[in-house]
């Protein structure tokens, strides 16, 4: 979670879902923002912060549910201080996959509160994301910050971009079935 007492704005980092560039971005609009909590969910956040969530503008960024957990997967994959490096380093994506259903996250999971209603403001689609951060600041801020995005991606997975590509059609089910509430709630497709 990044916080900007600034702007009075809360990020909930989805975990691979543009959190490292989002905190750059944050870190040139409001050289005091901090960073806190990691990958807490929005329910924990309102709860452990409940002065501030209330007064504060919240925001996230999902990402479709086949392109997550490909990123995923190559973070895992290949950096060596990842917690999950050690199961994951000599699978493929199949075997990934078949795994990761059994250790399971919904995006749906950071976003909404106990009784499953959404608790963020803004939800923010990973495609086209410097165009959709430029509207969002323009809209709530009115600001324009198109001149001070971070240059380029950052913490990304060294992946093929096109998702699709690392898919079979056993795979591409077994992601839809495994993320359906996401899939559904958001309108993701293949």
């Not at 913490?155 to 590509?165: A, E, F, G, Q, T």
């Not at 899939?183 to 497709?189: N, P, V």
Request: with cysteine; charged share 25%; proline share 3%.
């Amino acid at each position: 979670m990044i916080i900007s007492h600034k702007f009075k704005l809360i990020f909930i980092h989805v975990y691979k879902n543009a959190g490292s560039y989002i905190s750059v971005l944050l870190k040139i609009l409001d050289k005091n923002s901090i960073r806190i909590d990691g990958h807490i969910e929005a329910k924990l956040a309102k709860f452990k912060y409940p002065n501030i969530w209330n007064e504060y503008t919240t925001f996230c960024v999902v990402r479709n549910s086949w392109d997550w957990q490909i990123s995923l997967f190559h973070y895992m994959k290949y950096t060596t201080h990842h917690y999950q490096y050690h199961i994951v380093k000599n699978m493929n994506v199949n075997d990934y996959l078949l795994w990761r259903k059994n250790d399971l996250h919904q995006q749906l999971d950071f976003i909404m509160d106990h009784d499953g209603k959404k608790i963020i403001d803004y939800i923010i689609p990973f495609d086209n994301l410097n165009e959709n951060l430029v509207d969002f600041f323009k809209k709530i801020y009115k600001i324009n910050i198109s001149k001070i995005l971070p240059p380029k991606k950052i913490n990304y997975s060294k992946r093929n971009s096109n998702y699709r590509s690392y898919y079979n059609n056993f795979t591409k089910k077994l992601v839809q079935e495994m993320h359906l509430p996401d899939i559904e709630y958001f309108g993701f497709t293949f």
